[in-house]
């Protein structure tokens, strides 16, 4: 906060340093009325000596002209010319200087405030992390093993993440956030260099992050992990529900959205009951059945009977679907009854 006042109050001025001499170049003249005639006299002067003059009459004109000029060069200088220009120049220059120094020593600060909160503490969390990981290998405190880990999660250091959480298991293993957290990166560690993890790392991850969901089922971050675990185990559904949990859970959070996307597109491919769904009824009822035009019917309590009945002559809004396979309608009925038992 401060720095950005600081750095307001260098941008003002700067800012003063360019305008001011502007604005003074602006500043009423107040010998601009004698100045105006004494210019006109001048140039009528000259005018009338350049034409075809009576000789008599020459040496009086030069000497009116002479007299005009003294009289203009008696006069100050007219304010807003050429000195009030090399004064705003100058302004120019120092204002670059000083914001480009302003820049140099602020500049990491000041952007840290226009980050959003999160980016901020990724920030703060790289700043911080050489000491929590100095206090955590001289204490070898849970807590500080934890508080190292997250740093170091948090900034993307997955080695010391790993480090870190490894050891705080080792203290306490039941520790749901060092748990998933462990488990995702033995999963995705060597990512960046394109290697697959070896079986034991993803038998590993995969017990890992099922614990931890087991002892906080309703941490968002337990089911957002899960979801990416099972999708890379290829359990599309399970994943596909686990993601579906975290963002009941955590409304505003996007980051599985394309996992999402995708989970329901490989879905559909792979399961006829969903495809005919997706080409009849998704639209109006919500991709997972969550509902949209039509309602929810995750939580509908119809049996199938009445389901059928509906589906076949339609209901208020909803359209009649006569000319359903009997296969097809049997697929629809028993991918129904399943949201039915998951619920929302
Ligand atoms: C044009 C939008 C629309 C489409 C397409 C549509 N529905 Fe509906 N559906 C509705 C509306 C609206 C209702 C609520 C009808 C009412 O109760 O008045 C409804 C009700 C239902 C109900 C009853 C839910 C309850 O608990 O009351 C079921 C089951 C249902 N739809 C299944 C389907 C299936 C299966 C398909 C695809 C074959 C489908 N719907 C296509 C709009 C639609």
Redesign the pocket.
Known sequence: MASVILLGVIVLVALWLVVEPLRRGQVADPEASQRSELTSERDRLYAELAGPVEEARRPDLERRAARTLRSLDGLPPAPGSGGARRLALGGLILAALVTGIAAFTLVPRWQLASLNASEAANVQAVLSLPQLRARAEQTRANADYMAWGKAAFDSGQYDQALTAYGNALKLDPRQPVALRRLGILLLTRGEQSGQQPTEQDSTQAALLVRTAAQLAPNDPESQLLLGFTLARFGQSQDALNALERYRTLRPAGRDADDLITALRARLQQSDPALSV?AA??A???GPAGGGG???N?RV???SREA?TA??RQG?????A?PN?KPADLTL?LNL?EGWQKAGK
């Not at 209901?315 to 359209?319: C, L, Q, R, V």
Request: charged share 5%; aromatic share 8%; glycine share 8%.
């Open positions: 769904y009849s009824c639209s109006c009822h035009i039509g309602p019917l509908s309590t119809l389901m509906i589906i209901k208020g809004a909803m359209p679907y359903l629809l129904l």
